[in-house]
């Protein structure tokens, strides 16, 4: 299957889970169950969204970037309300996932291209 024939495909979905990302973040919600207990939502929205980064630009260096600013900056924005915190460690979570997703994204990349 040719790659960059799903690119336009590929950025929606980039750009749709940005959103949500940025919505499900900032939205009013209950605390999280137990400490920390919603890491793996954040990093698995992390990995999602920088592997979509990647597949679209295969840039590794600059999907991550992206991915885990935009975290810091959901961190602040959250920071900015009365109703969610800032947490160093969902930023820890989300820079992990988008790593773990970066070399998800490579290694499809990589058997595709290969094949």
């Not at 009013?28 to 890491?39: F, I, R, V, Y």
């Not at 992390?46 to 590794?60: D, F």
Request: glycine share 10%; with cysteine.
């Amino acid at each position: 299957m040719k790659h960059s024939a799903n690119k336009p495909y590929l950025r929606f979905a980039f750009y749709l889970w940005m959103a949500g990302i940025w919505i499900g973040s900032l939205i009013p919600l209950g605390p999280p169950s137990g400490n920390h207990g919603d890491k793996i939502e954040h990093f698995i929205g992390y990995a999602v969204l920088a592997g979509l980064g990647q597949l679209i630009w295969q840039q590794p260096r600059r999907a991550w970037l992206l991915a885990s600013l935009m975290g810091v900056a959901v961190e602040f924005a959250q920071a900015c309300t009365s109703w969610r915190s800032f947490d160093l460690y969902d930023m820890l979570a989300n820079a992990i996932g988008a790593a773990i997703g970066i070399t998800l994204a490579y290694l499809y990349l990589r058997h595709t291209q290969a094949t």
